[in-house]
Structures are given as C-alpha cells and as structure tokens.
C-alpha cells in the first residue's frame, strides 16, 4: 500500500492569493495524480503529474490556474493560484499502488480543504 | 467513454438495517472497480475493490460482486451502524497500465440509532 501525507490538511485563503499543496508519499511511484472535489459533488481529475515532465491537464484545467511541480518520485506540490471563491474545494493527491491483499490500487492522501473568502 | 452512475443520496437508514447502494458503469474495457468511503471531515479511503467478473469484494462487512452481465456493482452491507455514516463512491479503472480514474458521484449514508 502507499500512505500518502497532504500539507496543508486545511486553510481558509484570501481571494485573490496563491497557495500550494504538497503531497508526499511513503515510496516510489511513476504517477501522481491530482483531484478536486467541490462540496457536495464527486472528484474530477485536474492533472498527471510524471517525475521529470511537465504535467498533463485535463480539459477545464490550465497550468497557469494550477502549476504543478513533480521534483522526484515521492513528491508533487499543486498551487492554486489567483483564487477565487469557487476555488473553495478539497483538493486531493493520489498514486497508484501495490498492496499485497488489494492488488494494484488508486491510494488517496487526506485532502487539503481549502476555503476562499 | 467510461462512466459510473449511484442511486442518488441521501440514503437514511436505521441501525441494523440492511443497506444496498447501486452502482452501474459503462466502460470501453475491462475495467478494475472500486468502491470508496469518504467519512465526514476526511479524504478518501478504499473500501473494496474488483479486478474482473464475478470477483467479489469485501471489507468491514461491505461486500459488492462484479457483475459484467448487467455491468453492476452493487454496495451492501446486512447490518448497518451509525459508524457507517459517509458518503460511499464508486469507480472504475480501465486496467493495462495506468488510466484515469472515473468516480460516480457519491451516495451519503446516514445511520440513525
């Protein structure tokens, strides 16, 4: 299995400010991958992030709105820059991953809930 | 493309009861399908999972087989308590290397003693 540690778990931002998250994981992994999960709704894809390439963005996600940096293979940072209030969302890193019961796995970190005001 | 639809929520239920959450998919493959649990206040956990057809998945009580005739994957659990309360997603994965993820949109549960 993979544990996955978020920094900052959570914040209250103002608008118009800029904020990364970190994720770290416990091993190795090729892939990183970053989701946003507005309130009461369910996770959508911003990007992929490989270690040593820049990152893939899914439609509706710019790298200018959401630069991410993937320095090595146990490390991705994710800014939210210029927010807005509808930035307001919890923010989630994940890998894939081997577990020896679960078999290949989409592990989750604990989030980083961000609220903009 | 892929796609993961769940009964609409909120599910109330009270302690006890038996629980089933739908969950249907479309997928361009053979998917992997998942089932995570989402407590109030924190990130996502895997509750079960499913590599191919007729697999069943199970943790803490909560089982879900993998039916590639009627592409379901049903949640269920026989007796429910207020510790249950959270919101429970589905997904799938295409397998053959990494593919992206696709979530259904959430079922919250809520147990009443």
């Known amino acids: 299995s993979a544990v996955i540690s978020q920094k900052p778990s959570r914040d209250i931002c103002q608008r118009g400010t800029s904020l990364t998250i970190q994720c770290q994981v416990d091993s190795q992994v090729t892939m990183m991958f970053w989701y946003r999960q507005q309130p009461g709704q369910s996770l959508t894809l911003i990007a992929t992030?490989?270690?040593?390439?820049?990152?893939?963005?899914e439609s509706g996600f710019v790298i200018d709105k959401f630069p991410i940096s993937r320095p090595n293979l146990t490390f991705s940072t994710l800014t939210v820059s210029n927010m807005s209030p509808e930035d307001s969302s919890i923010y989630l890193c994940?890998?894939?991953?081997?577990?020896?019961?679960?078999?290949?796995?989409?592990?989750f970190g604990e989030g980083s809930w961000l609220t903009v005001v | 493309g892929n796609s993961v639809t769940q009964m609409e929520g909120p599910v109330t239920l009270s302690e006890e009861a038996f629980l089933t959450i739908n969950c249907t998919y479309t997928a361009t493959g053979y998917p992997s399908l998942f089932w995570y649990v989402q407590y109030p206040g924190e990130g996502l956990q895997l509750l079960l999972k499913?590599?191919?057809?007729?697999d069943k998945g199970s943790n803490k009580g909560f089982e879900a087989t993998y039916r590639k005739e009627t592409t379901s994957f049903h949640l269920e659990k026989g007796s429910v308590q207020v510790s249950d309360s959270a919101v429970y997603f589905c997904a799938l994965m295409l397998t053959g290397g990494y593919q992206k993820v696709t979530f259904g949109t959430g079922t919250k549960l809520q147990v009443i003693p």
């Open positions: 499913a590599t191919k057809a007729d």
């Open positions: 992030a490989n270690q040593g390439s820049e990152a893939t963005y």
């Open positions: 994940s890998v894939e991953g081997w577990g020896e019961v679960t078999g290949n796995t989409i592990y």
